[in-house]
């Protein structure tokens, strides 16, 4: 597309608070805008704008060292909105002057603590989406991208396809997964569903990824190895470059605007199979009968290294020079049962908090932590197969292997920008 009249209007939403997650512009939508809008070259749309709740003048989170680069471009707009309110989303569907409707949009939006009330998931993941869907579909969009993250929990038994009815994890993954429900059930909705692994990449401050590359750092400093509290099973932990989650939301929205969802959902449709309180159905508004089937495109996005704990902590810890180990049962059973997560966490606390202040030249902000929550150190179990994307969309992965080479390029922009201690 060389000719900018031929160039979509597009929208991106997110609404994710700062955590270990995939969230906001934090991760995703900044990836997908610098893909759309890049910081050199030909711009892929005619027209962009972003909407979430932070402000990014002054920024009132972390964009990392790229981004002020691109919402500077002419074709960019950036607009602070609180997705919650009706209104809010009406208006930023509205068309900028000079320019048509928008013809794709992206929704990263949803709540990604896991220390969050039921209550607070169903009105800013289940509901913020829904309004969004309904907006796109009244506008008629051609194209609605929605990104799911890993809230599941597979077998860990081989790689799971789209096919299979996987069991969402915990109350985030209840209503995430059912936020995948309810905007299946908007007919005219152009939807494509995106399932994706553990997120990691530049300026991806936060995740589980992006936490045990820090705590290997940590390790590798103090020179002792790194441990986990879980035996070395499969644990497989499905992982994905956000420049691929970019590129795979890009490459679904070409795909879905020609066919429209009807023709979509006969190529790559799956049913989104029911799994939650049968009584919420009447209690929340816009929620799907249980009893309804309800068919939508669903794609899993996840690279090629088959990526388990196991071979993450290798990998990581191999880089910063130390090594992966296991705690034995008596350790293990001890340390799975302590309430005290600052006991687990004094050590690489400490370890970085040493290599930040070692730092030359100094380092006195930096988003990322050494700090681990529950989540963190919770055994996780995420298999995806990724062959139906490649096959059906046709999409290439720029990334397919996590390795020491994507970790340095991660480690390498964050000392860049000074967000990493520069210790040599």
């Known amino acids: 597309m060389t000719d900018a009249v031929q160039r979509p209007n597009v929208l991106i939403f997110g609404f994710h608070p700062v955590h270990w997650c995939a969230g906001g512009l934090n991760t995703c939508s900044r990836a997908l805008a610098a893909l759309l809008v890049p910081v050199d070259g030909e711009p892929l749309v005619s027209h962009l704008r972003i909407v979430d709740k932070y402000s990014v003048v002054p920024p009132t989170t972390y964009i990392g060292a790229e981004f002020p680069q691109i919402l500077a471009k002419p074709e960019v707009e950036y607009r602070q909105a609180n997705l919650t309110v009706p209104a809010a989303i009406s208006s930023a569907f509205d068309p900028s002057e000079g320019h048509g409707p928008f013809e794709y949009v992206f929704d990263f939006t949803g709540e990604v603590r896991n220390d969050r009330t039921e209550v607070i998931q169903i009105t800013t993941t289940f509901n913020v989406a829904r309004m969004l869907g309904l907006e796109a579909a009244k506008r008629k969009v051609k194209a609605y991208v929605r990104m799911q993250l890993p809230f599941y929990e597979t077998s860990s038994k081989g790689s799971h396809d789209e096919k299979e009815d996987i069991k969402p994890a915990g109350p985030i993954g209840t209503w995430w997964h059912e936020t995948q429900r309810g905007l299946a059930a908007i007919e005219d909705l152009n939807l494509v569903l995106l399932r994706a692994g553990f997120v990691y990449g530049p300026y991806t401050s936060y ?83 249980h009893s309804q089937k309800l068919i939508a495109p669903v794609f899993n996005i996840a690279d090629d290294s088959n990526t388990t704990l196991l071979t993450f902590g290798q990998i990581a810890t191999s880089f ?19 309430d005290d997560l600052e006991d ?19 380092c006195p902000n930096t988003p990322l932590s050494a700090y681990m929550d529950k989540y963190a150190l919770d055994k996780h179990v995420v298999a995806l197969n990724n062959t139906k994307i490649k096959e059906v969309i046709g999409y290439k992965l720029k990334k397919p292997q996590l390795n020491h080479e994507t970790i340095k390029e991660v480690v390498d922009k964050w000392k860049a920008e000074g967000s990493w201690p520069h210790l040599d």
Do not use: C
């Open 344 to 362: 687990i966490n004094e050590q690489h606390v400490g370890g970085w908090t040493e290599m930040l202040q070692a730092s030359n030249p100094p």
């Open 207 to 289: 995740g589980i990824i992006a936490s045990g590359i820090t705590v290997a750092s940590v390790y590798g400093y103090l020179k002792k190895p790194m441990k986990s509290l879980w035996s070395p099973g499969k644990n497989p932990n499905s992982t994905v470059h956000v420049d691929d989650i970019a590129g795979a939301a890009w490459a679904s929205a070409e795909w879905m605007a020609p066919l429209g969802r009807k023709a979509a959902d006969q190529l790559a449709g799956e049913e989104i199979i029911f799994h939650n309180d049968k009584s919420k159905v009447n209690e929340v508004e816009g929620m799907p009968a």
């Open 320 to 338: 910063f020079g130390t090594t992966f180990e296991f705690f034995n049962f008596v350790e293990s059973t001890i340390a799975k049962f302590m």
